[in-house]
C-alpha cells in the first residue's frame, strides 16, 4: 500500500500534520512534536518550518499550533482520517502482541465519530498492559493522536457486557466496527 507522504513529501511531515489535525487546541514546542512523532528534533523543525509557511500551523509564545482558520483544513483533516497510516490487519497484528486478544473494537478517529468515548476496545486473556500501552503508543505516532483506548479481560468484559454496563453499552450502541471478533458479539 503507498503511502500518503507520497503526495505530502516525507512521512515525517503527515505525522506532524496528524499531530497538529487532531489536537487542534493544543500547542507544541518542537521538542513535544519530535517526541510525539518519534522524530529526530531537526526533523521535526524543518517539517514545523514548512507547515507554518504553508500557513497550516502558526507559530506562538509557547510553541506552534494549529491554525484552525486554515481554508483546506476540512478537507485535510478528512484526507488524513481517510488515509490512515495503518491497515486494521496492521492494527490487529500490533496488538495482538499484548496477549491472547479476542475481540478488537474501533471506534472514535478510526471512523470520523469525534463524539465517541473511545477509539479503541481490546478485550482478551493474559493482556500485559505495559505491551500495550507500547503498541498503542507507537499508532498514536503514526496517528499523530492521542487514543482513547480500554482493554479488558475477557470474563470481566463479559460480565460487563451481561449486566448492560454503561460504558459497554456506550460502545456498543455507537458506531464502531470490529476488526477482530472471536467473541461472537
Do not use: C, W
Amino acid at each position: 500500500m503507498k503511502s500518503v507522504s507520497h503526495i505530502f513529501g516525507t512521512e515525517s511531515k503527515v505525522k506532524v500534520m496528524r499531530l497538529f489535525v487532531f489536537n487542534p487546541s493544543l500547542t507544541f514546542s518542537p521538542l513535544e512534536v519530535a517526541s510525539r512523532v518519534k522524530e529526530r528534533l531537526a526533523k521535526s523543525r524543518k517539517e514545523l518550518r514548512i507547515l507554518t509557511k504553508a500557513g497550516l500551523i502558526k507559530q506562538r509564545a509557547r510553541g506552534f499550533a494549529l491554525d484552525s482558520s486554515y481554508l483546506y483544513l476540512p478537507a485535510i483533516e478528512n484526507f488524513l482520517i481517510d488515509a490512515t497510516p495503518m491497515t486494521e490487519k496492521e492494527i490487529i497484528k500490533k496488538i495482538s502482541r499484548a496477549g491472547n486478544i479476542k475481540l478488537i473494537l474501533i471506534s472514535g478517529v478510526f471512523l470520523h465519530d469525534h463524539d465517541s468515548r473511545i477509539d479503541i476496545l481490546v478485550v482478551g486473556d493474559h493482556i500485559k498492559q505495559a505491551r500495550l500501552v507500547s503498541v498503542i503508543s507507537s499508532i498514536e505516532a503514526l496517528l499523530g493522536k492521542e487514543l482513547r483506548y480500554t482493554a479488558f479481560e475477557t470474563v470481566d468484559f463479559q460480565y460487563r457486557l451481561s449486566i448492560y454496563d454503561k460504558l459497554i453499552r456506550d460502545i456498543l450502541d455507537s458506531k464502531h466496527k470490529k476488526i477482530l471478533n472471536k467473541l461472537g458479539i
